[in-house]
C-alpha cells in the first residue's frame, strides 16, 4: 500500500536531522571542555563560544520548524508525540551547551596543577560519567528507547555520590580558596549537565509510546 | 510603463465545421418535429371550435338528443354528457384505488417476489390491450348476464384506466427517494406507516396527474362503449340498469349521420368533449401544484 | 492491557492476530453500558461485511466510529437499531444487547427499537412537509393527537436541536427549504421529539459547512448529559473534538479467497487512541499514513 503524506515524512526527519546534530554538538563538546578544564587549555573555549553561535541560530529554527509542522499539518499520535518532545528537548540541549561552555570557561581562571590528586580524578570520573549519560541520551532518543530513562536514573544516582565526594573534598580546605569556588561551580555544572539527560531520556519515554504487547499467535 | 503585447483575440466559439454544422442541423430538426407534432394538433382544436362553437348553448348543453334528421337548432347532448359524467366518474372510483394500491403493492411491499412479477408484468399486457376488446370482455363476462348498462361501460373504461394508473403511480413512487423512507422507519413507523404517511403524501402530485391522465383519456373512449352502454339517447339517471350514452358514442352515431342536424350536433359534443378534457388537466395541475406545495 | 478473546471461524481463514482488537482495560470500566457488542458479524446475503466486532457502548458518552471506506462502520452502526432489516437479504450472526436485553431475538419488534434508538443520517433528510409536522412526526405516529402538547413537544424539541429561534416564526414554512445546517438540525429535532434513549448519527456533518458543523458538534455535546450518541466520521478531527471513546475499524483483506471484511481493530478512550494508539494499524490511520 502507498504511504500517504511523504512530503509531511520529510518534513519530520528533517526536523529528526537538526535534532541530532543538536545532541551531537553538546555531546562533543562536553567531553573536549572537561579536557580543557583539566589540561588548562584555553583554546578550547573560543571553539565552544563559536559553536555557542551556532547552536543560538539552530534552536530557534527547530522551534520554528516545529510550530509550521503543528499548525498545518494537525499532527496526532506519534507525530504530535514526536513534536512536542522536540520542543520540549531543544532547550534542554540549549541550556546543556550553555553548561559546557562554562565548564570550558573555567579552565582561564585555574591551572591544572592547583587542582589536589584526589579532586582531579573525582573531576574526571564525573566528566567521563556525564559524557557516557549523554551518550546514552543520544542513543535513547535515536533509538526511541523508553527503557534508557531507568537506566539514566541509576546513573544519576553515581553522579550524586560523587558530587558529594567533590564537594566533600573541597570543604576539606586543601586547595586555594578561588581554585575552590571555582570548582564548586564546576561540580554543580556537572550535576546539572547529568540532570538533563535524565530528563531528556524521560521525554523519550513520552515519545516512544506505550510499550506494545505482542498479539497472541 | 505598461507593454501593450499584440494578443489573439480569443476565439471560444464553436470552431467552424462540421460540428457547428451538425449543430445547427439538428436543432432544426428538433423545430421541425415539434412543428409537425404541434400543427395537427391545432387543425384538430381549431376546426372543432370552428365547426361546434355555433351550437354550444346552455340549451344545447341540457336538452335531449333529438332524432337525427332534426336540424341542428333543434335539441342538444343533455343525456350524452350526463352519460359521460356517469360512465368515468364511476370507472374512475373503481379503477384509480385500486391502481394505487397495486401500485403501492408493487413498490414497497412486493420486491422481487413472483406475485408482484405477475402483476407487473399483466399490468403492462393490458396497457396494450385494444379498448374495444376491453369491451368485448365486458360484454361476455358482465352484459351477457345483466344486460347493458353504464355500469358495464364504466367497467369496461376502468379496465383500459387501471393499467396507467398503476404504472404512473408505480413511477411516481419510485421518485421518492429512499432517504425519505428510512427517516420515516427511524423514527420507529411501521412500513404502513411510512407508505401512507411519507410516501404516498410526497409522491401525491405525481399519482394524482397520472390519475387525471387516465381519466381524460377514459372520458374519450368509444370503441369499449359499444358493447356495453348500448348507446341511446335517452338520459339514464341509474347508471346500474339500462342503456346509457356518452358524449364520445354520440359523435361516432352523429358523424355517421348524413343529416346536417346531427353532424352539426356531432361537433357541438367534440367541442364539448375537448372542454371537459381540458378542464380535467387545468383540475390536475391544480390538485398537483396544491400538494406539492412542501417539495419546493 | 486487557485483549478481547477472539474465535476464528475456520471458514474465514482470517489469521488470529489480526482479527483480535485491542481493547484497553478502562473501555470495560465506570458507567453504564448501553450497548453489548458481542462477537457480531454482518453479512449482505453471503457477502460478509463485518467480521467479529465486540465491544461496549457506554451511556452519556459520545463513541466514535471511525476508519476507511468499506470497513464496516456505518453497516455496525445501523445494525444498533436494526435499520440493516430494512436492506434484503442483510442479517446478523451474534448478538447486540441493549441494557441488558438482546436486539435480535424473535419477539423483538425492530419498531420499538427505532422508537428508544434513534438515527440521524449523513444527508439531511426533512420530509417534504411542514417545519412543525417534520418535527411532530414521531410523536403523531406515536398516538400523540392533544394539540397543546404537540405544540410543546415541537418547541422543546426545535430548542433542544438550537434551532428554535431560527425558525419559530415560519413553522409552517416547507422543511425543504432550509440551509444544510439548518435541515440536518430539524432532523436532529425530528429524532428528538420522540425523545429516545440512544441517538446514533451517521457522518451527520460531512454534508455541511465547517460553521453549521461547529454547531452540531455544539449540540452533541450538550445533549449527550442526557442521551447516549454514537457518531461514525469520517473526519478524525471531529472524532477528536466530540467523543470520549473511539473505535477504530479497518479493512482486512484475505489474499487467497480475496475476499474483503470489516473489523474492528482497536477501542478506547479517545486520547489514548489519538495520543498513543496501540495497534501499528491504527497508528499509521490516524497519522495518515495508511488507510
Excluded at chain 1, 135 to 151: C, E, H, K, L, P
Excluded at chain 3, 23 to 34: E, Q, V
Excluded at chain 3, 195 to 218: N, Q
Aim: charged share 20%.
Amino acid at each position: 500500500m502507498v504511504e500517504h503524506r511523504q512530503e509531511f515524512q520529510r518534513e519530520l526527519e528533517a526536523i529528526e536531522a537538526k535534532v541530532i546534530e543538536l545532541f551531537a554538538m553538546v555531546a562533543e563538546d562536553l567531553s573536549g571542555a572537561t579536557r580543557a578544564l583539566l589540561t588548562g587549555n584555553n583554546e578550547m573555549l573560543r571553539v565552544l563560544n563559536e559553536r555557542e553561535q551556532v547552536i543560538d541560530a539552530l534552536y530557534p529554527e527547530i522551534e520554528e520548524l516545529v510550530n509550521r509542522e503543528i499548525l498545518l499539518q494537525a499532527p496526532v499520535a506519534s507525530d504530535l508525540r514526536f513534536l512536542l518532545s522536540v520542543l520540549r528537548i531543544v532547550p534542554e540541549l540549549e541550556r546543556s551547551h550553555d553548561l559546557v561552555v562554562q565548564i570550558a570557561s573555567r579552565a582561564n581562571h585555574i591551572l591544572g596543577d592547583d587542582l589536589s590528586p584526589r579532586s582531579r580524578g573525582l573531576v574526571e570520573r564525573m566528566g567521563t560519567l556525564t559524557s557516557e549519560m549523554w551518550r546514552q541520551a543520544v542513543d535513547s532518543w535515536y533509538q526511541r528507547d523508553r527503557s534508557a530513562a531507568v537506566r539514566l536514573k541509576e546513573r544519576d544516582d553515581e553522579m550524586d555520590e560523587l558530587h558529594a565526594s567533590l564537594i566533600a573534598e573541597l570543604a576539606s580546605g586543601r586547595m586555594a580558596l578561588p581554585v575552590t569556588m571555582e570548582m564548586t561551580l564546576v561540580a554543580r555544572f556537572y550535576e546539572r549537565l547529568a540532570a538533563h539527560a535524565v530528563n531528556i531520556a524521560r521525554r523519550v519515554a513520552y515519545l516512544a509510546g506505550p510499550p506494545k504487547e505482542q498479539p497472541a499467535e | 510603463m505598461a507593454v501593450v503585447a499584440e494578443q489573439q483575440q480569443l476565439d471560444l466559439r464553436e470552431p467552424k465545421g462540421w460540428r457547428r454544422t451538425s449543430n445547427r442541423i439538428v436543432t432544426w430538426l428538433m423545430v421541425l418535429a415539434f412543428v409537425v407534432v404541434v400543427v395537427p394538433l391545432g387543425f384538430v382544436l381549431v376546426t372543432t371550435v370552428v365547426k361546434g362553437a355555433s351550437i354550444i348553448s346552455w340549451q344545447f348543453l341540457t336538452s335531449s338528443i333529438p332524432p337525427n334528421v332534426a336540424p341542428a337548432d333543434i335539441g342538444g347532448m343533455g343525456p350524452a354528457i350526463v352519460g359521460t359524467i356517469e360512465i368515468t366518474a364511476l370507472a374512475t372510483i373503481m379503477a384509480v384505488p385500486l391502481g394505487i394500491l397495486g401500485a403501492i403493492y408493487l413498490n414497497e411491499y412486493g420486491g422481487k417476489n413472483w406475485l408482484a412479477a405477475l402483476i407487473g408484468f399483466f399490468s403492462d399486457v393490458m396497457t396494450g390491450v385494444p379498448s374495444i376488446i376491453m369491451g368485448l370482455f365486458i360484454f361476455t363476462i358482465w352484459v351477457l348476464h345483466f344486460g347493458f348498462s353504464g355500469f358495464a361501460g364504466a367497467l369496461a373504461l376502468g379496465c383500459l384506466m387501471l393499467p396507467i394508473v398503476i404504472r404512473s403511480t408505480y413511477e411516481m413512487l419510485r421518485l421518492v427517494p429512499n432517504a425519505l423512507r428510512e427517516g420515516s422507519y427511524a423514527l420507529g413507523a411501521t412500513k404502513a406507516r411510512v407508505t401512507m404517511t411519507v410516501v404516498l403524501p410526497a409522491a401525491l402530485g405525481g399519482i394524482v396527474s397520472g390519475a387525471m391522465l387516465a381519466v381524460a383519456r377514459a372520458v374519450g373512449e368509444t370503441a369499449p362503449l359499444l358493447f356495453t352502454i348500448l348507446i341511446v339517447t335517452t338520459v339514464n339517471k341509474n347508471p346500474f340498469s339500462g342503456a346509457n350514452t356518452s358524449l364520445p358514442s354520440q359523435i361516432f352515431v352523429n358523424a355517421n349521420s348524413p343529416f346536417v342536424g346531427a353532424q352539426a350536433r356531432g361537433w357541438g359534443a367534440a367541442l364539448t368533449l375537448i372542454v371537459i378534457a381540458f378542464v380535467l388537466m387545468v383540475v390536475a395541475r391544480f390538485i398537483t401544484a396544491r400538494f406539492s406545495r412542501f417539495s419546493r | 492491557m486487557e485483549q478481547s478473546e477472539q474465535d476464528v471461524a475456520t471458514s474465514t481463514q482470517l489469521p488470529k492476530s489480526q482479527v483480535q482488537a485491542t481493547t484497553s482495560a478502562d473501555a470495560f470500566d465506570t458507567g453504564t453500558h448501553i450497548f453489548d457488542v458481542d462477537k457480531v458479524s454482518c453479512y449482505y446475503s453471503s457477502f460478509r461485511a463485518v467480521t467479529d466486532v465486540s465491544l461496549k457502548i457506554h451511556e452519556n458518552e459520545i463513541t466514535a466510529f471511525i476508519g476507511p471506506y468499506g470497513c464496516g462502520k456505518t453497516t455496525v452502526l445501523r445494525t444498533l437499531n436494526r435499520m440493516n432489516d430494512l436492506i434484503p437479504g442483510a442479517h446478523v450472526e451474534g448478538d447486540i444487547r441493549y441494557r441488558g436485553a438482546s436486539l435480535y431475538t424473535k419477539d423483538v419488534s425492530p419498531i420499538a427499537v427505532r422508537r428508544r434508538i434513534g438515527m440521524v443520517f449523513q444527508k439531511p433528510n426533512p420530509f417534504p412537509k411542514s417545519i412543525y409536522d417534520n418535527v411532530a412526526y414521531g410523536p403523531r405516529i406515536n398516538g400523540e393527537r392533544n394539540k397543546a402538547k404537540l405544540n410543546e413537544i415541537v418547541e422543546r424539541s426545535l430548542r433542544g436541536a438550537a434551532l428554535w429561534d431560527e425558525v419559530k416564526d415560519r413553522l409552517k414554512a416547507s422543511g425543504l427549504g432550509l440551509s444544510g445546517g439548518q435541515a440536518q438540525r430539524l432532523c436532529i429535532a425530528r429524532t428528538l421529539a420522540v425523545e429516545p434513549d440512544v441517538v446514533l448519527m451517521d457522518e451527520p456533518c460531512s454534508a455541511l459547512d465547517p460553521i453549521a458543523t461547529g454547531a452540531i458538534e455544539d449540540l452533541m455535546k450538550e445533549i449527550k448529559s442526557r442521551y447516549t450518541i454514537v457518531i461514525v466520521t469520517h473526519n478524525m478531527q471531529q472524532a477528536t473534538r466530540v467523543s470520549d471513546r473511539t473505535a477504530f475499524y479497518s479493512v482486512l483483506r484475505n489474499e487467497e479467497s480475496d475476499t474483503r471484511t470489516g473489523v474492528l481493530v482497536e477501542y478506547g478512550r479517545t486520547e489514548q487512541i489519538f495520543q498513543d494508539p496501540q495497534d501499528p494499524r491504527t497508528q499509521a490511520y490516524v497519522t495518515g499514513r495508511m488507510g
